[in-house]
């Protein structure tokens, strides 16, 4: 499996008080092609921050960041604005927990879904734009794409504006997709179809992806590998299946402890 995406010793630290506030320790992860990595973690873990700075959204003048985030050959970490630009969104995408701050709520969803191709790819006409924006909204699972396409965000369920977010990501065609807890907010139904949307991206395209969750049931069904971090620092990592077995880590016991016995049934007999 090539690696597509390199990322060691990240830090990340804070200097909004007078204490300097490290967010991030000696964060490692190495991405191959098509591969899916979970995170998980407890709140304020420092999941957020490293997904961030992988997508090149962490440049606020009050913090500091070390390490190399490759890709592409190029460090993200400390190239230049104009090469990250080019990057975000047609080869790195994120999606968030709650789509409706990302979407913007007086934009029609065909306006949104477009948006990246109209930045990255200006040789696109405009015709050609709105056929693969219709195309990517059908393909996300999103009945009566032609309508929805000039909907605007409040006219759709959560689980369908997560939908939409996930359209938005991808209709570049990125190499990599980071889900920051992209279920957290929806219903158990919801979230298992988003799950499988992942999925199949993932088998359709061969992208990449980085799933952070507080759910380390959900990771197992979706992700080969797990991260597992706390306060800042990754604590254990390897294969969903060696984890499960034989989670070395406190931590990581306590979180597997918490996982509902029939999740754990439905995940020994899928092996
Ligand atoms: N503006 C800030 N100033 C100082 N520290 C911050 C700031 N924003 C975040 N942090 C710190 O960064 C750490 C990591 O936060 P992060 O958002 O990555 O956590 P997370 O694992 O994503 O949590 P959650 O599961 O709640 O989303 C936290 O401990 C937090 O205290
Ligand atoms: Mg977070």
Redesign the pocket.
């Known amino acids: 499996m090539e690696i597509i995406l390199d990322v060691t010793d990240l830090h990340?630290e804070?200097?909004?008080?007078d204490q300097p506030?490290?967010?991030?320790e000696d964060f490692d992860l190495m991405l191959g092609e098509g591969e899916i990595v979970g995170?998980v973690?407890?709140?304020?873990?420092?999941?957020?921050?490293?997904?961030?700075a992988i997508a090149g959204l962490l440049n606020?003048k009050?913090?500091t960041k070390s390490g190399r985030i490759m890709f592409d050959g190029t460090d993200l970490l400390t190239c230049d604005r104009k090469k990250l630009r080019s990057y975000q969104g047609d080869e790195i995408s994120i999606i968030f927990?709650e789509p409706m701050t990302s979407l913007n709520p007086v934009k029609r969803i065909g306006w949104q879904v477009e948006e990246s191709l109209y930045i990255h790819h200006r040789e696109i006409s405009k015709e050609d734009r709105r056929k693969r924006a219709v195309e990517m909204l059908g393909s996300v699972g999103l009945a009566d794409a032609e309508n929805v396409y000039y909907m605007y965000p409040h006219e759709l369920s959560g689980g369908m504006r997560q939908r939409v977010m996930i359209a938005a990501a991808m209709i570049g065609n990125p190499k990599i997709l980071i889900a920051?807890?992209p279920t957290t907010a929806l219903d158990v139904t919801v979230q298992a179809q988003i799950v499988e949307l992942l999925k199949k991206i993932n088998r359709e395209r061969n992208t990449s992806i980085i799933f952070?969750s507080?759910d380390l049931s959900l990771v197992s069904q979706l992700c080969q590998r797990v991260i597992v971090?706390q306060?800042?620092n990754i604590v254990e990592s390897g294969r969903c299946s060696d984890i499960f077995s034989r989670p070395r880590h406190l931590y990581t016991k306590r979180l597997i402890a918490a996982i509902p016995r029939i999740d754990l049934g439905d995940d020994k007999d899928r092996r």
């Open positions: 990340i804070f200097h909004d008080h506030e490290v967010a991030v995170i973690g407890e709140s304020g873990s420092g999941k957020s921050m490293s997904a961030l606020r009050s913090l927990q920051d807890e952070i507080h971090m306060h800042g």
